[in-house]
């Protein structure tokens, strides 16, 4: 069961005679022999489609059998399954929609680091992106443009197998109409060259770690006549000294002394933007948050912001002075149980359990 015209296989017409078949066979075996090659898998599939077409079309009976039936003759005779039928089908189908050699090139990715604030207000970044392009020199097809280029004979420069019942990419030159004679040196016959793009990438605020950005052919260049593919572009938002992010809204730990959280103060705190000031009630308790609204950070969506959380936390003083530590003493045993009610109520319980 082949998928392809042995004729085309071994570049020779329908009307060949049996010793075209042996010369063409003996031409490209010598060419595409694993001897010649060693370790290249192309040219093994070459060989094997070379000799499979041979078989069929060098012993006169196999010949006038493969003539009836193109595509569903198989070398034994008996009659295809029908699961070769269906693949037979959809592979020409398929070749049928997809002219080789017009793939779209390969999509890129390229990952960009923002940080916070850049998140906040949204950012443009210049960005350099290695990628291959198509080369100038030749177009694309890889060929020297003196004459580099040459019909492909076994198609007639169609880039079509004229198969019995069904038409195919040419098993020569893969579908393009031409085989490449000479290759261009500018690219060395890869149709590409590797360059570096540099590119201003437009960061919409609101965006998180992993937020993918299209550039729409941006990507490399494909071999052939084909479409340039796309970039993508990576977000990855830093880790910010200050800031912790939840979603839209953003934390920041205010670290009070004792003394300010007692007696109430006003405390300048960042904000994304820059700064502001605060009123610390006078008795506010560590573990508290006091919510700044629409301080966040924008929705990714274009409409509202999060909220800013500024998270109290006591600082304990260390290394006091003889002063400071008689000075404490003596205004700690002037508290009485009013003035710190929850230590008041957990020394209650304590006493509670010892009764038992
Ligand atoms: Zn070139
Ligand atoms: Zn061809």
């Known amino acids: 069961m082949s998928q392809r015209d042995f004729y085309n296989v071994l570049g020779i017409p329908r009307t060949a005679s ?34 499979e077409a041979y078989r069929a079309l060098s012993d006169p009976d196999r010949r006038a059998r493969y003539d009836r039936l193109g595509p569903l003759y198989t070398e034994n005779g008996r009659p295809p399954r029908p699961e070769d039928v269906q693949d037979m089908v959809s592979g020409v189908l398929g070749g049928f929609f ?22 906040a207000s949204g950012v443009e970044k210049e960005i350099i992106v290695p990628r291959r392009v198509r080369c100038r020199t030749c177009g694309g097809d890889g060929a020297d443009p003196n004459g580099g280029r040459e019909v492909c004979a076994p198609c007639n420069g169609s880039g079509r197998s004229t198969g019995r019942l069904f038409r195919t990419d040419c098993y020569h030159c893969a579908g393009k109409g031409f085989v490449v004679k000479k290759k261009c040196e500018a690219c060395e016959g890869d149709g ?16 998180a770690t992993g937020t993918r950005l299209k550039l729409k ?44 959280a007692a007696l109430g103060a006003d405390v300048v705190v960042p904000t994304l933007e820059g700064t502001t000031t605060i009123r ?8 508290k948050i006091l919510r700044l609204a629409g301080r966040g950070l924008p929705h990714v969506s274009g409409s509202g912001k999060g909220d800013l959380h500024l998270q109290i936390a006591l600082e304990v003083p ?20 009013t003035q710190h009610v929850r230590r008041a109520a957990f020394d209650h319980a304590v006493r509670e359990r010892l009764k038992k």
């Open 98 to 119: 997809r002219r080789r050699g017009t793939e779209p090139g390969e999509d890129l990715r390229y990952t960009v680091s923002v940080s916070l604030e850049d998140v």
């Open 192 to 207: 590409r060259h590797p360059t570096e793009d540099s590119l201003r990438v437009k960061i919409p605020p609101g965006v």
């Open 18 to 51: 049996q010793d075209d078949v042996k010369k063409a066979y003996r031409g490209l075996a010598m060419r595409y022999h694993p001897d010649k090659n060693d370790g290249d898998d192309e040219a093994g599939q070459r060989f094997k489609d070379i000799t």
């Open 280 to 287: 610390i009630p006078s008795g506010t308790a560590s573990g």
């Open 318 to 337: 260390e290394g006091l002075s003889v002063e400071q530590r008689e000075a404490l003493e003596r205004w700690s045993r002037s508290l009485d149980k």
């Open 217 to 260: 052919g941006k990507g490399d260049s494909p071999r052939g006549s084909g479409v340039d593919g796309d970039l993508f572009v990576i977000v990855s938002v830093s880790d910010h000294p200050v800031f912790r992010r939840r979603g839209d809204d953003v934390l920041v730990e205010v670290p009070l002394l004792f003394s300010e």
